[in-house]
């Protein structure tokens, strides 16, 4: 000490530590306040911010009031060097922290409000996050007076060998990256991949993207396996999608009036159903002259994938029903086999009482 402690150092370094405990509970008071509004609004960058100044305001203002404190107290050179020091590190240790949180809520924010962009994929997250934190540590060692050129060019030489021992990984980070970047594949879409796995994607990290199949079970898929894999996106270029129906009637009907109830069903279904798309034009299209039916096929509009299992258990129920009341027939194909004594004869196809009176000339012979 240059000089003794007085009663008068106490006193003001009392006061100035205590303004500065004061000013941070007010200050968290106020931004406690101000978080209740910002939720009010539809923007959520706003609650992060807050949520952040929260956090960075009222250690400050305690920093400030230490640093006040100890300017006041009669301390040599080097311990009042030591204190503000540490000050400084505690103060930008928090505002790194916290500077990481707002980027990070901010791009998460910002890629949740664009239609295109990963609302749910915490690769871009992560990353945001870790490169705050970095500049933050070099700020740290650089205030303390440790060189980061060393350091640096230390981390150069050995992110060489880290890259050659983690290729695995680094290539599904870059995987990662290009996924999203490329727009191929976003939280919330439906993917299915050649190799049979299916369902809708939960988030996309730095390693790994997971599926959560129809079934609600959670598949894991490596990034670069994901970009790698031959993959159909149920949800682009658009969500709604068409589905397929295959339905046949005997030959003896009225392709007219098979047509004209057909269509009937469809508009009922589309109107009444959830997930169907009325706007959708449905078509029916005759196609085949089968062995015993004419099929055709009918297409139908659904909203999205997983739509579509309910809009045909419907259609079909209603269109079965629809078919009895209005007397056209369903053909369930037969096929009988005859063997003779010394000979194969040929496999016909039969329906109805022919088929019966087949099988029983068969036994009898």
């Known amino acids: 000490m240059n000089r003794a402690l007085t009663l008068d150092d106490s006193v003001v ?6 303004t500065g405990l004061l000013a941070a509970f007010l200050s968290r008071t106020l931004l406690r306040w101000l978080a209740k509004h910002a939720k009010r609004t539809r923007w959520s960058g706003d609650d992060v911010m807050v949520d952040a100044l929260r956090t960075v305001v009222p250690w400050s203002a ?31 240790f ?39 934190l970095a500049i933050g540590f070099l700020v740290v060692l650089q205030t303390l007076g440790i060189s980061i050129a060393p350091l640096l060019t230390a981390l150069g030489v050995g992110g060489l060998a880290v890259a050659l021992a983690l290729q695995d990984t680094l290539a599904n980070l870059f995987a990662g990256i290009h996924i999203l970047a490329s727009k191929t594949v976003q939280p919330g879409d439906y993917i299915k991949l050649s190799s049979g ?17 129809l079934s609600n079970n959670l598949v894991v898929i490596p990034n670069g396996q994901l970009a790698k894999s031959n993959m159909t996106n149920y949800m682009r270029p658009e969500q709604q999608l068409t589905v397929l129906v ?14 004209r109830v057909t269509s009937e069903v469809i508009a009922e279904v589309m109107a009444g159903v959830d997930g169907a798309v009325p ?23 659904v909203g999205e994938f997983s739509d579509q299992y309910r809009i045909k258990h419907e259609f079909i129920k209603r269109l079965h029903r629809r078919y009895r009341e209005e007397g056209i027939r369903i053909p369930a194909p037969a096929r009988t086999v005859a063997l003779q004594q010394g000979a194969v004869v040929i496999p016909q196809q039969r329906t109805g009482e022919g088929a019966v009176q087949g ?3 068969a036994l009898h012979d």
């Open 279 to 301: 706007d959708h034009e449905p078509a029916i299209r005759f196609h085949t002259f089968g062995d015993s039916r004419i099929g055709f096929t009918v297409i139908l509009g």
């Open 197 to 213: 796995e299916e369902g809708y994607v939960e988030d996309i990290n730095w390693r790994q993207t997971t599926v959560r199949a």
């Open 246 to 259: 295959q339905v046949g009637v005997a030959y003896d009907s009225d392709l007219e009036h098979v047509e």
């Open 62 to 92: 305690i920093a400030g009031g230490a640093a006040a404190a100890a300017a006041v107290l009669p301390l040599t050179k080097a311990v009042q060097h030591t204190v503000n020091q540490c000050l400084t590190v505690l103060l930008i």
């Open 359 to 361: 099988e029983r000339s």
């Open 13 to 18: 370094a009392g006061i100035a530590l205590a």
């Open 94 to 132: 928090v505002v790194t922290v916290s500077a990481a949180r707002v980027v990070a809520g901010l791009v998460q924010s910002v890629t949740s409000s664009r239609s295109g962009v990963a609302g749910s994929a915490t690769i871009f997250v992560n990353i945001t996050r870790i490169l705050v």
